[in-house]
């Protein structure tokens, strides 16, 4: 048999979306070679080590663990035979109202129901009944018809399965006006709308189908990798390297280098290094590699202008306790009252008296590991607005950082009734706009990648293939489908997918998701009579694409 030359990937990033992709593209038989410029691995989901203490850098919540387990089956492994342990959080969470009150959410519906019901009052519970059954719409036909779908032209929203479910996505409602369809109270529409937050956004913008975060939550649980959220992926980066591929880190590219034919040759490292590829999968944030990796050309211009896209930012404070807090939790929501009110925006902005919404991730509650006997590791998030002009590199003052500080401890004393807190921190680390933007290139220091509003989603975020060169693709947070370390998944097996297509490779797992074509693909093809088979289908899809086009009109306005 003819000894075929194995086709060379390079993945610039180790986000989670690089790592696996990586790994899948290896497991297929590819040569991946991937390049990271810090001297660690896993991005925004890396780990932080102090003093025997442990901290998430990013990532703590860790939904939808189906996508986690077919991720190493399709490696040909699973977690039990990585050695991974990861444990479920009881209850997922608990939720600080200004007030004083407190709210626990839970997957068991007896603890639901008398939660709910001591707001709402008694036969609320079916109305959460009926919000399960709106929001697991919104996650199963997501997880198909989204999650697992490319979205490369605006033709691709005319897919007829996908038109059939449009309306029941609820696209076209916020997250908040779902939750108020079935609450009455304002702290239960609190509850169920906080999911926005860990996209960085308000429950008053964030598309409805979202819901979907909250059913991954109270249905299949919150999960806790033993080890911490970059356990995952270190093991993912050992399952890689047993299939052949390399990971370089210390090893910043500075550009990907495209023939005249507008085809990839291969990227040249910031030592100098030119490192050849038939394509190359860039993990790195998108608007930055636009900008700084790859040559202009008539798509940049476009890609620029989303800079005013780009998501909000965190101060992030990392805190070694003396002692443990036994009254929180493994994960604190504090709640302001005006969460889902009137402002749009969900970040805290110092200069305004807005009280901060913000969360707390305790890990040692559930992995003793991430802490010195009898002591707790505290990360902090607090949502903030990202550098509005990316040239400004300490927008962000130490002034601002210790009222942040100052407000969190205050609103911990005064909801929980811990006194002194401030004394129990023995050492603190923070993440904030201009580090996240310097340590990991992201824009603007955003978190998330592009916002998740309805012109950020499905064929309105950037491709995951360039538009004019080909060999170049792109992986993670801010390409189809988004954000959250779940989403970068299916984003990075749907990209690796596409690379396998193009480089005539197979795909090692066993099901690519299936590209339905849409009706407007097939008319184009010509292949007229298979696009109006069903009529019955076609009069609704000409409906809805009456109805879509009038709303985005309306919407645009
Ligand atoms: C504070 C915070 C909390 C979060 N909480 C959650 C949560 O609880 N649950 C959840 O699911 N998601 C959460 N997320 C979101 C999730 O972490 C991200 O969406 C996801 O990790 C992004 O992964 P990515 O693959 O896009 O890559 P990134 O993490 O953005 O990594 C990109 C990598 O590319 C590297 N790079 C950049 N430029 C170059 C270059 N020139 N050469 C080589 N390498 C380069 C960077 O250093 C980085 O390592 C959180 C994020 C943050 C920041």
């Known amino acids: 048999m003819q000894n075929q030359k194995k086709k060379k990937v390079v993945v610039i990033g180790s ?22 410029k810090n001297d660690f691995f896993g991005g925004k989901c890396s780990v932080i080590k102090e003093n025997g203490y442990r901290f998430d850098c990013g990532p703590s919540i860790m939904l939808m663990l189906e996508i986690f387990e077919e991720l190493f089956e399709h490696l040909g492994t699973s977690m039990t035979a990585e050695n991974i342990k990861v444990l479920k959080c009881d209850p997922n969470c608990h939720i600080w109202f200004s007030d004083g009150n407190h709210f626990t959410t839970s997957t068991d519906l007896t603890h639901m129901k008398q939660q709910i019901e001591g707001f709402e009052g008694g036969g609320a519970f079916n109305s959460y009944l009926g919000f399960l059954q709106e929001s697991q719409q919104h996650y199963e036909q997501s997880i198909t018809h989204v999650l697992n779908k490319d979205f490369p032209n605006f033709g691709s929203l005319l897919r007829p399965r996908f038109l059939r479910y449009l309306f029941k996505l609820h696209p076209f409602h916020s997250v908040w006006q779902r939750a108020s369809h079935f609450f009455r109270i304002h702290k239960v529409r609190q509850v169920f709308t906080i999911g926005s937050m860990y996209l960085g956004m308000s429950p008053l913008e964030i598309p409805g189908t979202y819901t979907l975060l909250q059913y991954a939550e109270l249905t299949g ?18 399952v890689g390297q047993r299939f052949g591929a390399k990971y370089h880190s210390s090893s910043p590219v500075k550009r990907v280098v495209i023939s005249e034919q507008n085809k990839v040759l291969g990227v040249t490292l910031e030592s100098g290094k030119f490192v050849e590829a038939d394509a190359v999968l860039v993990n790195a944030d998108l608007l930055y590699a636009y900008e700084n990796l790859l040559p202009e050309d008539p798509s940049t211009a476009g890609i620029s202008t989303r800079g005013r ?60 590991t991430a802490a010195p006997p009898g002591k707790d590791a505290v990360n902090v998030l607090i949502l903030v607005r990202n550098l509005e002009d990316s040239t400004t590199n300490d927008d962000i003052t130490s002034r601002i950082i210790a009222k942040a500080r100052e407000q969190v401890i205050f609103f911990i004393e005064r909801r929980t009734g811990i006194s002194n807190f401030k004394k129990l921190i023995e050492n603190e680390t923070f993440h904030q706009p201009s580090s996240w933007q310097k340590t990991f290139n992201a824009t603007k220091g955003g978190v998330f990648g592009l916002k998740h509003n309805f012109f950020n989603i499905l064929a309105f975020r950037p491709k995951m293939r360039h538009e004019n060169f080909s060999g170049v693709y792109f992986a993670g947070a801010s390409t189809h489908p988004g954000a959250g370390v779940p989403t970068c998944l299916a984003g990075a097996k749907l990209s690796a997918e596409e690379i396998l297509k193009d480089l005539g490779a197979n795909s090692s797992w066993s099901k690519p998701s299936s590209n339905e074509r849409s009706l407007f693909d097939l008319l184009m093809q010509g292949n007229t009579m298979v696009a109006l088979h069903d009529w019955g289908s076609v009069s609704l899809i000409i409906m809805s694409f009456f109805i879509f086009v009038g709303v985005m009109s309306y919407l645009k306005q």
């Open 309 to 368: 896209d780009v998501s909000c930012s965190t101060i992030s404070f990392y805190w070694s306790l003396s002692k443990k807090v036994p009254v929180l939790g493994i994960h604190n929501l504090f709640v302001d009252d005006s969460f889902g009110k009137g402002d749009r925006n969900v970040y805290w902005d110092p200069d305004d008296s807005v009280i901060p919404n913000f969360y707390i991730h305790i890990p040692s509650k559930i992995d003793e």
């Open 15 to 36: 986000g989670v979306a690089g790592i696996t992709a990586a790994a899948r593209l290896a497991r297929s038989g590819i040569d991946v070679s991937l390049y990271e």
């Open 221 to 238: 649980g919150v999960w806790y990798p033993c080890g911490g959220f970059y356990r995952l992926f270190e093991s993912l980066i050992t």
